[in-house]
Structure formats: structure tokens, C-alpha cells
């Protein structure tokens, strides 16, 4: 029925035609895959949930695994030297009855220090920082063994916040009470997060509960046998404080897995940046480039995670989502002043036969300055990693950040400028890619209330984008003069 | 973009760069196939718009699919299926139109008569395009891309006798239709 030779000849003639499809159809195929492609946000909730959980365990590792000798710092030392009455003291207790009532007097429950030698410094010791409170009548604090209301205070701490019971200690008792657990927690958090004690150990019996805050030498204390407070047993309902039997509660040095207590900061920042652009890694163009005017604003979100390493040093990680334009504006004069041609074809009826007729128009064109305005945009995810050096005075926290910026490049797109042939294309790439950068800045927070801060933090970041791998002539370098503002959440 | 193709790519390279997502080599895969997937695409389409939406789809499958591609066959065979796919596909929705043909002749055109030799790969794609669509789709499908009639049945969703009795007519008209087109020539 067919004659097959019919076919054979169509499909030959058919399979070698070429038909030149539109000129930007292939642009418009790397946008269409570029959009239908994984969103960003998943993309980096991903990488981030990896990253996030890889920081926060070698956070808790070095939290850890730091020795208990570390918690004394020599600022905390220096503040203890600062005051007379606390010089000696190399432990700080509490001793907490939790029968204690409001507006008894303090009792004898110095700490009885047994010392080989009398005239050893320890034996002079007049221990300032044993505290009892009247914690029951405060649900919160009742039910929270580890509540600031029960904490003993460092030296620094009672320097700041309780000078005058420092000062004048009670004749018949060394030991400084605070009645109102309220009141405690209030000085507590008056003070600057990075000045609030480490729970360097903590014992409880029945009621009683013995906190012992970071010690200068625990082995030295240890060896003195010291520490031994007697105190009724509290099986029996006691009501008068004072004659109270104390029973014995024995000191044992903690080993390197003793709780302590460290705020964790939770910053949420918006970030301005008034972003400076290099394009480089094509010297065919660099120059040209930089002829032209290569400034921007820019915004990121940002969160970031603040550990504690030490008295004053924080690890902080996070991310940043950011969408960094690069913006060229300006003319390049290559090509000014010569001649080129411009051909142009327009068709008219000619008025004779009535058929379309092409008029084809030629004119010399002379050259000006080809002006410039694009843009190319590039969807970052950041990693920083790096440490916070803190600092605070009264109601304001200072900080200096510093460190790496790993940044996860998702999409790139914009414009190739090629100055030579004055020519333009676009380019558009899901293609990721890894680069690295640093930022310095310097942050100033205001404290709301006791777990908020308002933040301002201005600073510097500079990185590369590896452009070229994502289909753009040149690689960008980034510098961003940034001014961020945001909250401290404090986590303790 | 003047990315720096010093040379011609063998496939090999050309499919390796593909894969690591290389915005030059999938350039330089585009301007080695787009040329030939239009026609194929210009075949199935109405005009020339939808023509470059399919190719533009196609493309786009290919790319995503291109490290599926077993180097058994042909690349060209394996991204020409897939634009055929993609093309059959968008004329899914299309209702079959099977009306009868103006201009049908029972004159006999003879591969060896040199006639279709004569004619311009253009005037052949003219002459085509020229078919209702339901005929159109299976000439292609039949005589040039080789399908066979149950093929064509399950992938228009028609019958297979219909196949078959519509690719006669599309056959015969194509014919007629060259045959009165050298007339005119002469």
C-alpha cells in the first residue's frame, strides 16, 4: 500500500533541516529551569539543620569538657582582690534553709573552716557569700532548685550589688542573709549576663541545698577538709532558725561533669548594608569594570546563636539568608568617536503594482560612550562561625564579633557585559558553590528586660562570590559596610 | 556569551558538562540540537510560537534528564524522543480533528519520480503543516518518526484502524499536494 520510498525521502529531507529557533530562547530556558528548580528555602533549611546541629554539638563539647579550674577568670580574681572582707575567700556556699521565715535573724551558720594552720590565710577567711533565703514563699523559686534566688554570689556580685552588708558585716555573724528570694533574683539579673556566677556544684538534702559557685583552686580547698556545715536535720518541721542543729553536709570536689549555668544569647538581627562590588578574575574586563560605579544597598536576616567558652568569650553561629545585588552603572568610551553602520529595512506598497516593496536604509553612525546599567543578583546563604569578646556596663551589653562567613551561593543571574564588543547577555545558574569570608563587627545592646536586648551592631563583612562557576564572566568580590538591628533573646 | 569553546566538543565532553550543570557546554549542547528539534517541533506545532514553547519544554527535560542518558543509542535519537514526548504532550489536549481533506488526489507520487527532490525542505514543512491537526500529528508520527500504528492508537488516544485509515489520507493529500506544487513550478 505505502510506498516506503515516499517516506524515506521526507525523513531524510526533514531530519538534516535546521530551523533557527528565536535568538534568546536559550536564556529563557536557564530562567525557566532556574525558577522550576528547588526553592532556595529548602535548599538551605537542609544545609542550615546539618550545620546548625554539627556547631551546637561542638558547642556542648567544649562546654563540657572544660576543666573547673577555667571558670576563674583572672577578672573574677582581680574583683575578689578589690575587696577586703573577701580577699581569702576561696569558696563561696549557701547554705539555704528552705524553713527559713522573713525577718528572722541570721544564725550562726558560718562555715566551719578546719584548718591545720591557724594562721593560714584560709582560717581568716570571713565568707561574705552565704546566703539563705525564704525561697518557699516564691513558687518559681520553690520549684527550681537551680533558681538564681538560690545561688550563691560570686564576690564581684555581692561588690556590685550588696557593698554595704559587705561592709559592715553583722558582729555576731560573718554570713550575709537575703530573706526575700524576689530580691535576690532581681540583683541577680540586675547584673550583666557575663558577670552572673557558674554553679561550679551543687548538693541537696531534703530541704537543705548547698551551692557552690567557681572556686579559685578546688583542690586546695579540698585538701583543707573544709566546707563542713551542721544544720538540723530537717525531717523535723523546725520554726525557729535559730535553734537549729545543723547536720553535716561534706564537701566532694566535682569532677570535670559539674552543672554550670551560662546565659545562651539568640540573636535576630535585620541587616542594612551599603555593599561595594569588585568584579575581577577576567583581565580582559577588570579595568573596564572598574570605571564604572559599583555601590548598592543590600538587606540580610539573620539569626545567631551565642555560646559561652569562657568568662567573657562566646562562640556564635548562625546563618543569614541574604540576596546580594551588584548594581554597574556609568559609560565606557572604547569604541567612541569611530564610525560604525546601521542597516535598517522598512517595506511600502509600491504605489504602481500595490506590492510590499523593502526600502532598505543605511546610516553611518559615529560612536559615543556605550553607557552601562546593570545588574547581577546572587542568593547566599551564610554560615558564620567565630568568637565574641563581652563586655557590659550597667543596663548595656557590649560585644566584638569576629570570624568566618562560609557562604552557600544558590542562584545566580544577571548580565555579562563584554566592553570590547559593547555587547550584553544574560546568564542564570542554580549551579552551587562554596566561598569563604570574614566579618568584624561591634555590638551594643540595651537590655529591655531580664530575657530581651535591644540590639545595634555595626559592622564589616567581606567575601568573594565565585561567579565565573554560575556562567557570569567575572567573579565578584563583596564588601558590605553593614548596620544591623535586632533583639538578644537571653536563654538561660 | 562568549565562553571559549576552543573546540568542538566531542559528545562525551558534551554530555559531562551537561551533567556538572556547565552553562557553556549547554549552550554549546542547545546550538547542536535546536536547529534539528525545531523542525521536529515546528512539525507538531501550529505555528511557530508553540513551536519554541515545545523546544523550550524539551529542552528543559533534557537538561534535567541528561544523566539518565544511557550512551547506548544515539544522543540526537534519545533528545529527539524526548521533544516528540514533549510535543505530544502539549497536543494531548488538543481535540483530534480528523475531518475529510480538501484537494485529495489518487495521484501517485514515486520516491524515484525525483519530485520531493525538487522541493525545499521548507515546501515539504508547508505542505505539512498544511494537514488538519489529527493527520498531521500522525504522518509525523508514522512516516518520520517511525511509530508504529498501536504506538500512535494508545499515544492519541484513537483507534488503530483510525491511525491507519487517517495516515492514507494524510498520505494521499501530502501527495496530491506535491504533485500539484510542481505543476505550479513548471
Not at chain 1, 185 to 200: G, H, K, M
Not at chain 1, 234 to 251: D, G, H, K, M
Request: glycine share 6%.
Amino acid at each position: 500500500m505505502t510506498n516506503n520510498k515516499f517516506e524515506k525521502q521526507i525523513q531524510d529531507k526533514l531530519n538534516q533541516y535546521e530551523i533557527e529557533p528565536s535568538e534568546n530562547l536559550f536564556d529563557t530556558i536557564l530562567e525557566k529551569r532556574a525558577a522550576r528548580s528547588k526553592s532556595f528555602f529548602r535548599f538551605s533549611y537542609t544545609k542550615l539543620g546539618i550545620a546548625m546541629l554539627s556547631v551546637l554539638a561542638i558547642a556542648a563539647i567544649i562546654i563540657l569538657n572544660q576543666p573547673a579550674g577555667d571558670s576563674v577568670s583572672a577578672d573574677a580574681n582581680s574583683t575578689i582582690a578589690q575587696s577586703p572582707e573577701v580577699k581569702d575567700t576561696k569558696e563561696s556556699m549557701l547554705l539555704e534553709n528552705s524553713n527559713g521565715t522573713d525577718g528572722q535573724k541570721p544564725s550562726a551558720t558560718k562555715p566551719i573552716h578546719k584548718e591545720n594552720d591557724a594562721k593560714s590565710s584560709l582560717s581568716k577567711a570571713k565568707p561574705v557569700n552565704t546566703l539563705s533565703g525564704s525561697s518557699l514563699k516564691d513558687k518559681k523559686i520553690r520549684n527550681n532548685n537551680m533558681n538564681a534566688s538560690k545561688l550563691a554570689l560570686p564576690a564581684k556580685f555581692v561588690d556590685v550589688t550588696h557593698k554595704q552588708s559587705i561592709a559592715k558585716p553583722s558582729s555576731k555573724s560573718t554570713p550575709t542573709f537575703h530573706d526575700n528570694g524576689d530580691q535576690i533574683a532581681e540583683r541577680y539579673f540586675n547584673v550583666d549576663a557575663t558577670n552572673r556566677p557558674l554553679i561550679a556544684s551543687q548538693i541537696h538534702q531534703g530541704k537543705s541545698h548547698l551551692y557552690i559557685y567557681h572556686t579559685e583552686n578546688e583542690e586546695m580547698i579540698a585538701s583543707k577538709d573544709l566546707s563542713y556545715l551542721v544544720m538540723k536535720p530537717l525531717s523535723i518541721p523546725v520554726r525557729n532558725f535559730e535553734s537549729e542543729q545543723i547536720s553535716q553536709i561534706a564537701y566532694h570536689p566535682s569532677d570535670n561533669s559539674f552543672h554550670k549555668k551560662k546565659p545562651i544569647f539568640i540573636d535576630i538581627l535585620w541587616m542594612s548594608m551599603l555593599t561595594v562590588h569588585n568584579a575581577n578574575g577576567n583581565k580582559a574586563f577588570e579595568a573596564d569594570y572598574k570605571t564604572l560605579n559599583r555601590s548598592n544597598y543590600n538587606q540580610s536576616f539573620n539569626a545567631r546563636v551565642s555560646f559561652p567558652v569562657s568568662e567573657r568569650i562566646n562562640i556564635y553561629t548562625g546563618f543569614a539568608i541574604c540576596n546580594i545585588n551588584t548594581q554597574y552603572t556609568g559609560s565606557i568610551a572604547n569604541h567612541s568617536g569611530k564610525v560604525h553602520y546601521e542597516t535598517s529595512v522598512h517595506y511600502i506598497n509600491d504605489p504602481i503594482t500595490g506590492k510590499p516593496t523593502a526600502i532598505q536604509q543605511t546610516d553611518t553612525v559615529q560612536n559615543g560612550p556605550m553607557a552601562y546599567n546593570f545588574r547581577n543578583s546572587y542568593k547566599i546563604m551564610q554560615l558564620p562561625i567565630g568568637l565574641s569578646y563581652n563586655m557590659g556596663y550597667k543596663k548595656f551589653d557590649f560585644a566584638i564579633h569576629g570570624g568566618a562567613l562560609l557562604n552557600v551561593l544558590s542562584n545566580a543571574k544577571g548580565t555579562n557585559a563584554n566592553f570590547e564588543l559593547e555587547q550584553t547577555s544574560r546568564f542564570n545558574s542554580n549551579k552551587k558553590s562554596i566561598s569563604l569570608g570574614a566579618s568584624l563587627s561591634f555590638m551594643a545592646a540595651y537590655k529591655l528586660n531580664n530575657k530581651l536586648r535591644l540590639i545595634v551592631e555595626p559592622g564589616f563583612q567581606m567575601y568573594k562570590i565565585n561567579a565565573q562557576k554560575n556562567g557570569n564572566l567575572m567573579n565578584e568580590t563583596i564588601f558590605n559596610n553593614a548596620l544591623s538591628i535586632g533583639l538578644r533573646y537571653t536563654l538561660f | 556569551m562568549w565562553a571559549n569553546i576552543k573546540h568542538r566538543m566531542t559528545e562525551e565532553e558534551l554530555l559531562k558538562g551537561c551533567i556538572e550543570e556547565r552553562q557553556e557546554c549547554q549552550r554549546e549542547f542547545y546550538k547542536r540540537f535546536a536547529g534539528k528539534m525545531m523542525v521536529v517541533c515546528t512539525r507538531y506545532a501550529k505555528d511557530k510560537l508553540e513551536a519554541e514553547d515545545m523546544l523550550q519544554d524539551g529542552f528543559i527535560k533534557v537538561f534535567d534528564n541528561i544523566g539518565k542518558f544511557k550512551q547506548e543509542g544515539s544522543l540526537e535519537g534519545w533528545v529527539r524522543r524526548i521533544m516528540v514526548n514533549t510535543a505530544l504532550n502539549k497536543i494531548r489536549t488538543n481535540k483530534m480533528k480528523f475531518e475529510d481533506i480538501d484537494g485529495m488526489g489518487s495521484q501517485f507520487v514515486d520516491g524515484d519520480s525525483g519530485i520531493l527532490d525538487k522541493l525545499s525542505e521548507e515546501a515539504i514543512l508547508k505542505i505539512i503543516a498544511q494537514l488538519p491537526n489529527g493527520y498531521r500529528y500522525v504522518f509525523n508520527m508514522f512516516a518520520i518518526e517511525g511509530f508504529t500504528h498501536r504506538e500512535i492508537a494508545e499515544k492519541l488516544g484513537i483507534e488503530e484502524a483510525s491511525s491507519r485509515s487517517q495516515y492514507a489520507k494524510a498520505r494521499k493529500y501530502l501527495q496530491n499536494q506535491i504533485i500539484q506544487l510542481e505543476h505550479i513550478k513548471l
